[in-house]
């Protein structure tokens, strides 16, 4: 990707826990958009590509609520938790092939106060991909949520290779840890130690309460143009170096790949790499979709920052959390930021190369990598530079 | 929690005949006819070669464990925790996943030889695994 698109904005809602919480999920994400597009100095009206996430509202009524007459392309990307840096990937793709000139990417849901994951998938798993599969051959066993489905592949994990409770436990603590940085986090002022981790209850064998992402209120948006139109506007400009996306095989189904530890990020990453040019070891700092803790671990290893089967040694001693080789989820990630289907993976990315993240700044970053997961492992990822 | 009912398979033209199997207590796989390619999930055409010509096998349904979970937060009202799912592969070669039928006590783990044994209901008859003698 020779002629880089580039993130031009950024913009968030509040991020709630707060089952009173009077914010729609419209006006969450019409907050987020409308901070992303005044970030970028841009004029609503230029906005002339929108990239809404599967959940909430569409492109219809977002355009509506915001006043944008006329679009000249719009989609949207289905491939759950994977589709916020895949959506960042099909803008890109958008404002540097001509088809449009500033894109609007946003995602967002009232995940604590009202789509609560368990509830949806109970009456209906058409929302995923692969749904069907989960309706007839998951389901009907008891295993309802994807902790319970992850937690399979996590357990044949510490088997072959023997990962440790204290291991998933450190990428916990590295995110609480983050989040105790950010003023946004919904667990900031809630520090953890790994008695506490281990002390949490068991929700589905291995995965702790401490394993399993947030469930919050929120949205974040981001804006994407071409190089040569970045350079008009009111940031520095953040470079797409690369971006991929891909499925793991088959796509539908966890338990029957050959090889149960493939996600799509195992086939994008080494594409992404490519593209921008950039060897794993030169990466400032990952925004990794933390699910859960072993889907951290899981995605270090198929994005190439170690070997499969080494994440559990790659994650301890403080090396993904500030300060150390590769910290992971400045912001405190999935897991104690907020779950924002992972845009806010890409909007801290974009601020840390800004260098606009204060006291849990990664010195110097001028390389980070967002990741995406997407329900039954689809995987995207992004090289993003200043 | 919700009220939702427990979930069963949801059988359509391509899957009716091996949840009708699982009914008489069979489990079965579809096997290619073109290059007998053994297939789990049930679906219209052989992703090795791209037959839509296939026979149905049953399954000795014996297996090894190859992974499992232990539920013990309720995430859905009709299984109550704790309760035991396993990851199973099969002596044909596919994964099969249904709960575990065992003493809380029995040595039960990845490696573990188990086979299958039936529940009815009402919907849908349904495999559970026990560990082999």
Known sequence: ?386 | MSDFPRPFPARDRDTAPFWEAQDNHILQFQKCSQCAHIRYVVGPLCPECRSFDFGWIASSGRGTIYSFTVVRHQTHPAFEPPYTVLLVEMEEGPRVIAQLRAPEDADVGIGTRVHVEWEDHEQQSLPVFVPEA
């Open chain 1, 1 to 386: 990707m020779r002629d880089n698109a580039c993130i031009v904005g950024i913009g968030e809602s509040a991020y709630t826990r707060d089952a009173e919480s009077p914010a729609s999920v419209l006006s969450n994400q019409l907050r987020a958009a409308t901070n992303a597009i005044a970030d970028a100095g841009l004029e609503t009206s230029r906005i002339d590509c929108l990239i809404p996430s599967q959940y909430g509202p569409s492109t219809e009524e977002l355009a509506a609520n915001l006043g944008i007459a006329s679009l000249r392309f719009a989609t949207t990307v289905h491939m759950g938790g994977a589709a916020a840096v895949t959506s960042v990937q099909t803008a890109a793709m958008a404002v540097t092939s001509g088809y449009a000139d500033y894109a609007l990417v946003v995602t967002g849901w009232n995940g604590y106060s009202a789509t609560r994951t368990r509830n949806v998938l109970a009456s209906n798993t058409s929302v995923i991909p692969g749904g069907d599969i989960a309706r007839d051959y998951y389901m009907p066993y008891g295993l309802t949520v994807p902790a319970q489905w992850y937690a399979l592949i996590a357990r044949r994990h510490m088997h072959e290779f023997g990962t440790t409770a204290e291991q998933l436990g450190a990428i916990a603590l590295a995110m609480r840890r983050h989040a105790q940085l950010n003023g946004r986090a919904v667990m900031r002022e809630r520090a953890m130690t790994i008695e506490d981790y281990l002390a949490s209850p068991v929700i589905a064998h291995p995965y702790r309460l401490f394993d399993c992402c947030l469930e919050t209120d929120g949205a974040a948006a981001v804006v994407v143009t071409s190089a040569e139109r970045a350079h008009d506007l009111a940031q520095p400009p953040v470079r797409v170096l690369g971006a991929a996306s891909a499925h793991p095989y088959p796509a539908d189904d966890i338990t029957n790949r050959r090889d149960i530890f493939e996600t799509g990020l195992t086939r994008a990453a080494p594409r992404a790499f490519a593209m921008a040019d950039i060897d794993p070891a030169d990466v400032d700092f990952a925004q990794i979709y933390d699910c859960f803790t072993f889907e951290v671990l899981q995605q270090i290893e198929e994005a190439g920052f170690c070997a499969r089967g080494e994440g559990g040694a790659f994650v301890e001693g403080g090396r993904i959390e500030l300060g150390g080789d590769l910290p992971v989820n400045t912001h405190g990630g999935l897991l104690s930021e907020a779950h924002v289907l992972g845009m806010n993976h890409v909007v801290e990315a974009v601020r840390q190369l800004r260098g606009g993240c204060g006291e849990r700044q990664v010195p110097d970053a001028e390389v980070g990598v967002v990741t995406g997961w997407g329900d039954f492992g689809d995987g995207s990822i992004a090289v993003l530079g200043r």
